[in-house]
């Protein structure tokens, strides 16, 4: 049984989800439709790459993900702004997008393992009146029904970057940005455990948030290790510092976003005093 | 296997909707449930024939699409202010509903295949403590399961008619409303593409909104057809002309509802010039 | 094909949800997964339990529930504080919670059929960082697939009670509280239809909400029989008597809930007088 995945930024009150589901079901009845998220923020490429890049593993091979995010095809074979409903094969499923930016978001560093454009966009101009529908989700059909990729779109090189912000190292130092705030009010930055072992393990270093007004000095291993409303920081379940009231959320007992005011875009700071470090730093007034 | 719709102003915090769910489960397995709407705002019939008629194309034959929109029946058989559960076969579909004018605000000048009021409504007073599951569903269910129309229900003249704005035709003028106000805050209106081809393909026109405030001169093919963040006028993928913003939406960049204050029920007027036409006015002043 | 639902306070912005699903798919794909309701508010066991009571009877034997509210165990082993991931079997279904309240606010008096903690929920401190899915869902999904419970859990003696408000009886008088106040605005109450059975059939009897400042005097069979924006109480499908507007709604033309300022927790009053019982009342003074 075939999956695929809708995430768009359609919104729950319009017909045009309906629509996606109807055709599935008109030409395949096989199969499951799983709704990632309609509330995407109009055109936020970013946003729907962040939640898809959040959850991809936990699907099984050879699912397909349609992204109705900015998706009408800008098509200027000249020039360098043209966007492309493309195709993405990566850890074994298909992504399915306008190639506007969210490939890049969604990758980063990382490589396709193949990278397709859509054929015969032009042939048809009624495709462009809901290239959600007519354009990516019909070529997810068609993968789904078997149709070899090379009869649904070309390989091409390159996509297009995004501009997104990324963490840095610096000596003694991580510059990190919060990238999501979640239904309770956490704050998940860019930040992977990984940038953490390059240090001792008992090395300190204290998390700044909101410039320096609030800190963290320790990560735990879950919420409940602090008391209740108390703030908390620890690594979730893909691996980001992601800052966090306990038992608190957004518009009732105060999440992190609105206790701290916190937003996406804001630095985070990670300063590590390693052991002697102070004394090597002091040692160049003395 | 079957396929069955849900459309209701149950909202998505309530049980109701779950209700719904596994009361067809209970009864049938080889099923697709699919949700149209819950966010109809309450009691709002014509939203929901707005959004099943703009959607049930894309389903397959024999879909049951079930509205749980005032889905209360009141029996009233010597008086003409009754409504009661029935059942529209329109495009090899069904349509269940209360028939308290979400069938004449779906059909409009439309003719059913054939309509039906579902039997004994009134065996049962408890059924009307949730008649859209008790009711309505449970037609559904019946009728997915093979059960033959003529033993639930029985075959009717005539449904309510519902006063709903449709647009007009005068000499060099078509008169419409706007009569949904979508994710991104575009305006669709009730204006057809087929209202277009009594004129000339090179006649110009004027459309304007909000009494003469604003204007738009062409209809695009796309929304990118006109710069980011420009007025954008185009017909939607079911022919109906509708007023954009390009990569607008309400609440972020600003959607046409937002920048225009157009609301439901606005008039838009579109003014044609045949050529000679301007000639042919000026002259009573001559 | 197996059921699983899902209630979480996860919101529909989120990765989180999808990723619940996409684990389901990957291990089982022969089932019906079933959103009760992702919008609980953060951390409100009680609203979750009541969603789950409400609507629990209209799914089949078998179905598996998996509440995803609060769901990180807090492991305590000396004191009382603690909450296990466990697995209730009630009327032939499954839930499967943190056993902090959630299961006490279900059950109230009732009697579990059996009662279970999870196993080994210590062995693996990764899973506390998603516990909804590593845990809870993780318990279903085998039990699903069709794991004997011996080997996913213990059965436990008792669970941790919650303290929700109950209705109680007095001589003529039976006071209960506001539950849930539901889309439309409606006021549900916990007072049963089973508590007026003790009084005779004709006893007359007010229904007192906001102090005394609102009353209904009689019970109605369902909303039409007021007429339209007047308030009407009645029996909902579970026997729960219920406050509202006929075709009223919250945000349009006003919900019990806006109109009377009616909020969860409210006390409600329902006064009767028994033939005679006010001679008997007045004799005290005469």
């Known amino acids: 049984m075939g999956i695929i995945t809708l995430t768009t930024d359609m919104g729950l009150n319009d017909h045009y989800v309906a629509s996606l589901k109807g055709t599935i079901l008109k030409s395949i009845q096989d199969v499951h439709i799983i709704d990632v998220s309609h509330t995407v923020k109009p055109f936020d490429i970013s946003e729907a790459a962040y ?12 699912t397909i993900h349609v992204i109705g995010v900015d998706s009408e095809p800008i098509v200027n074979f000249g020039g360098t702004d043209g966007s492309f409903p493309s195709i993405l094969r990566y850890n074994n499923q298909y992504f399915i997008s306008n190639d506007n930016g969210f490939f890049g978001s969604f990758l980063k560093e990382e490589a396709p393992e193949s990278f397709w454009r859509i054929d015969n966009v032009l042939s048809n101009p ?37 501009f997104t912000p990324i963490a840095i190292m610096e000596p003694n130092l991580i510059k990190g940005y919060v990238i999501h705030i979640d239904n309770y009010g956490n704050a998940i930055t860019n930040i992977h455990k990984s940038f953490f072992t390059r240090f001792e393990k008992e090395t300190s270093f204290s998390i700044f948030f909101k410039k320096k007004d609030y800190y963290i000095d320790e990560i735990s291993g879950s919420y409940n290790e602090v ?32 206790l701290f005011g916190l937003h996406t875009h804001d630095m985070i700071r990670v300063e590590f005093t390693p052991q002697g470090s102070r004394q090597t730093l002091d040692s160049f007034f003395t």
Not at 127 to 149: C, E, S, V, Y
Not at 235 to 242: A, M, P, R, S
């Open 51 to 62: 939640l898809l890049s959040s959850c991809y593993k936990d699907f099984p091979d050879e």
């Open 126 to 162: 009624n495709l462009f009146q809901f290239p959600t529908k007519n354009l990516l989700l019909t070529a997810g059909i068609r993968l789904l029904k078997g149709d070899k990729m090379e009869t649904i779109a070309s390989p091409f090189e390159g996509f297009k970057k995004a």
């Open 227 to 258: 008391p209740q409303g108390e703030k908390v920081a620890l690594f979730n379940e893909n691996g980001y510092l992601e800052i966090a009231i306990n038992r608190g959320a957004n518009g009732s007992t105060g999440g992190a976003q609105q």
